[in-house]
């Protein structure tokens, strides 16, 4: 009996040892063994011209009192996002990715997963509220005030608790290059099958809900371009909201590859979460400042106050 007891609190005592994860190892994108340098320089290009260029657009605006509307409002509003948004997990990925260590701490884990969730959903509602904002200006009706930051951190906070609620016993090598919820529940050792469906209902409901909201005001936005006589004020409407649905496009494509297939492919998801966390906040100030002459008329006024450019 008494080594019955000292094998079963010796069992115990390895449980407990076994649940206390305090790192996890991020693994990278699948099947890039060898491109590490490759994808170095690749990577470290496009975060720098995603901060340079949100940089400058904020700068733009910011600095143009012509430019202190609700619609340049919510776009330094998105410049921040951008900013932020890639910062969540491609310091991390770029240090493995020059050779060194692929460790990250549990505080860190959890972190890049709340921030990775509060920045996405709140990017998610901003874009719906840019949306309505363009009804408004497109339909003449009344506005009222939102606060997407603050739903989306109600969101990034529910499904991290979600997330590091489920005890996680020795497994901690993470098959992606940063923590998110799907990889993160694989190495958990309890049953995850209700919390997956319950995340995967969150996740894909709210993006979901927020397209409908946009397709809605678009639809509207549309209908309200048609009655304009002026085929030139027809042509600038249709030129101020197709930047923006160029964009939303951009941002919704990834998450519906991403959460709402079938079945998971983990280059695939690698792959397109890359280009969602990189390539769109990067193309985000080209695609607002190309289209938009007040917005280009302040950023060359920037950039000739930073000797980048001659005045003319």
């Known amino acids: 009996m008494g080594l019955e007891l000292t094998i079963l609190g010796s069992r115990v005592t390895k449980m407990r040892n076994a649940s206390v994860v305090t790192k996890f190892i991020l693994l990278g994108i699948p099947h890039t063994e060898g491109l590490e340098t490759t994808l170095f320089v690749l990577f470290l290009s496009f975060y720098i011209f995603t901060l340079m260029g949100n940089l400058l657009i904020l700068l733009a605006i910011i ?29 991390k990925m770029l240090f493995y990715l020059s050779g060194n260590s692929r460790v990250i701490s549990y505080a860190g884990c959890v ?24 009804f408004v200006a497109i339909c003449c009706v009344p506005s009222w005030p939102w606060g997407t930051s603050f739903f989306g951190c109600i969101q990034a906070t529910f499904l991290t608790t979600l997330t590091f609620q489920l005890p996680y016993c020795g497994a901690n090598e993470v098959d992606y290059f940063f923590c998110d919820i799907p990889v993160m529940l694989k190495l958990a050792c309890a049953d995850t099958s209700a919390l997956e469906m319950v995340g ?40 101020t909201c197709s930047a923006h649905l160029t964009a939303i496009l951009l941002f919704f494509m990834p998450v519906v590859l991403i959460y709402l297939q079938p079945t998971p492919n983990p280059w695939l998801n690698a792959t397109v979460q890359v280009l969602n966390n990189l390539v769109t906040p990067m193309l985000n100030p080209l695609i607002y400042s190309l289209r938009n002459k007040e917005v280009k008329y302040s950023l060359r006024k920037v950039l000739q106050q930073v000797a980048f450019f001659p005045e003319k």
Do not use: K, N
């Open 63 to 91: 600095s143009s009192t012509r430019l202190h509307t609700p619609m340049y409002f919510f776009l330094c509003q998105l410049s921040v996002c951008d900013i932020f948004f890639p910062s969540v997990s491609s310091p």
């Open 111 to 134: 972190s890049q997963l709340f921030f990775y969730h509060f920045l996405g959903c709140t990017e998610c509602f901003l874009y719906t509220v840019m949306a309505y904002d363009r």
């Open 200 to 239: 995967f209902i969150s996740v894909g409901l709210m993006p979901l809900s927020c397209f409908l909201l946009i397709l809605t005001s678009y639809s509207c936005i549309v209908c309200s371009i048609l009655q304009i006589r002026s085929p030139e004020g027809r042509r600038r409407a249709f030129s």
